[in-house]
């Protein structure tokens, strides 16, 4: 099944190629330090640190959008023109199917990583830039992941991106809702409880994005190695959530 998978992947990663993805995030890097450069000229102070931040959020942005929206697209594609069904009438199994997408799309994702945190080199040091580029993979690894999900629960392109987009802002954002949850200031009502409790149920089934890829790392050398270690185990932990969830709903489905 390994090998079969691995051959999927590879499908996989040079259709990605094909659609000239490489060419487009190379676009949105000139895009990006042109932007950002401008914009950091209209800063009174710390114009090379406004640049960088405006640059790092760009790149990091883009990087996810166009990630879920190539694997939502390509499996919505390949549902329609009834590729799916023609890859399982061969001898191979729906595990083997998915993980070759996942890998594929794994692969695909460090395309992105590896030129974005490259720039990024040359804008602060290499070993914040590296931290920042392994983030940045681990990151788009759990968004590919659960865009898969997104697809073989919805099948259809506007409402499994609707999804991703919800999953990545309320992931992005989850530590900022239990904070203001839990506000001190917040009157102590009932509905104030409960949606405080509603909060930090949420926040027990994402992953803490907000952790990952951080801006200031970049800006002020506040990375170090140790701060990596419990995003790549949340990683983990969220991509086998992730992918046995994803397992599951095809499995059930009748194709």
């Given at each position: 099944m390994l090998r079969q998978a691995s051959t999927i992947a590879y499908y996989t990663l040079l259709e990605a190629l094909r659609n000239r993805l490489i060419w487009l995030f190379g676009l949105i890097m000139v895009?990006?330090?042109?932007?950002?450069?401008?914009?950091?000229?209209?800063?009174?102070?710390?114009?090379?640190?406004i640049q960088?931040?405006?640059l790092a959020v760009l790149l990091r942005i883009s990087a996810v959008f166009l990630i879920a929206t190539f694997v939502v697209t390509s499996l919505v594609r390949e549902f329609n023109d009834k590729g799916l069904e023609l890859v399982l009438a061969l001898p191979l199994p729906r595990a083997g199917y998915a993980l070759g997408k996942l890998f594929g799309f794994a692969a695909l994702s460090l395309v992105p990583a590896l030129l974005f945190g490259g720039l990024m080199a040359f804008f602060t040091s290499l070993l914040q830039a590296g931290l920042w580029t392994i983030s940045l993979l681990?990151?788009?690894?759990?968004?590919?992941a659960?865009?898969?999900?997104?697809?073989?629960?919805?099948?259809?392109v506007m409402a499994a991106l609707s999804a991703v987009i919800?999953?990545?802002?309320?992931?992005?954002?989850?530590?900022?809702?239990?904070?203001?949850?839990?506000?001190?200031?917040?009157?102590?009502?009932?509905?104030?409880?409960?949606?405080?409790?509603v909060i930090e149920a949420i926040g027990l089934f994402l992953p803490r994005l907000d952790q990952f890829t951080r801006t200031e790392?970049?800006?002020?050398?506040?990375?170090?190695?140790s701060g990596l270690v419990p995003l790549l185990i949340q990683t983990g932990i969220f991509l086998a959530l992730i992918t046995s969830a994803a397992m599951f709903d095809f499995y059930r489905k009748n194709q």
């Open positions: 895009v990006g330090v042109g932007v950002s450069a401008f914009l950091s000229e209209l800063a009174i102070m710390e114009s090379g640190q960088v931040a405006l681990a990151e788009l690894w759990i968004v590919a659960f865009s898969l999900l997104c697809v073989l629960t919805f099948s259809q919800t999953f990545y802002l309320l992931a992005r954002s989850v530590t900022a809702l239990e904070l203001i949850g839990n506000s001190p200031f917040a009157p102590g009502t009932l509905s104030q409880k409960v949606i405080s409790i790392w970049l800006v002020y050398d506040a990375g170090n190695w």
